[in-house]
């Protein structure tokens, strides 16, 4: 299949870290990857974010990514997109019409929105991955949510007006019931993890029990409740992987947040700041850990238990979105409710404190991280889009 994939802020070739690019980024990139590897040629639309760039590139797992002219050629804050889309729309519906994909698929809700205003104009099917949802953000975060005000809106048009809905977790699709849709349009597909790089690797000595959070150092990941819940578990370290480079780190805003949160609970000794830190160096980074911690108000899908799972390492993480379905309590880890510092320190006590349980944990992580390679989700997006295709080729659709 010809498969035009949609992703106007997260590009697959931007170096991950920064408040915008994070595990939507990692996605793209590993679908589009495994897609071309099953025989797809894949072309990824990026919003062009520099100067520099060319307007196509190769990556290397072979699929292209074509740089869209919408906007200025600069760095802008996503919630900021939103008025360049028409010029993002009407770029795809004159490349589309003049060589048209079999199927496309759409990235965010922005992504979305261009997508199908375009692929609606050259008669191609269109399936749709929100990886959040602004119904679900604006209920967290309230009057701090900066998405644009029209985004709720276009979702719930989009749930209408796309062919295909595809979700990344069970907790989505409820949301995506209360927003209108038809569920018979809705798949699940969860997001991947790379298991050639992320297995299951021998345990790195530390002196004193060791928690990991890792992620975007923005505010809903939680990362505050994990700080304020260290000074319940006297003797043990907070390491904190996420953000710009170490070099930069002191002033990333929510750094300066976190500092002051340990400074006020008094575990500033305890809290290691990392910043970013090199995919393909994680693996490492997990194996030095006793649990890790994913702590977010709430999570779309969710990588970085699964992640941690893949190395063999057990899981606490908060009872929403994503996390309900890949952290099994009792078996992989524990769940807990968000915003529960005091729940969090007394679960994680009790864990750091029975090492049986940790490895039992670590075992069964690794298994059931098993089910979530890349290869298993780029074949049941293929089979999702080839469905797609052959509908709207009046095809028999195989099941």
Known sequence: MRIAMVSEHASPLATLGGVDAGGQNVHVDALAAGLTARGNDVVVYTRRDSPRLPERVTAPAGYTVEHVPAGPPSEVPKDELWPFMGDFAAYLAQRWGEDPPDVVHAHFW?????????????G?????????????????????DTSPADRIAVETELCRSVDLVVATCTDEVR???ALGIDTAHVRVVPCGVDTTLFRPVPPVPHDRPRLLSVGRLVERKGVADAVVALGDLPGVELHVVGGPSRD???LDPEFQRLEAIAD?????????????????????VFAATDVVVATPWYEPFGIVPVEAMACGRPVVGSAVGGLLDTVEPGVTGEL?????????????????ADPERRASYAEAGARRAAAYAWEDVARRTEDALRDLVLADRNEVVPR
Do not use: C, I, N, Y
């Open 110 to 122: 922005m992504s979305g929105a261009a997508a199908t205003w375009a692929a609606h104009r050259v």
């Open 124 to 144: 191609v099917p269109m399936a749709q991955t929100f990886h959040a949802l602004g119904s679900v953000k604006r209920r967290h975060q309230g009057g701090a």
């Open 175 to 177: 949301e995506l019931v």
């Open 248 to 250: 930069a780190l002191d």
């Open 264 to 284: 006020e609970h008094g575990v500033r000794d305890r809290v290691v700041f990392h910043g970013g830190v090199a995919r393909e160096e994680m693996p490492e």
């Open 336 to 352: 807990v409710p968000p915003r529960d510092p005091g729940a969090l320190a007394r679960v994680l006590g009790d864990l750091l």
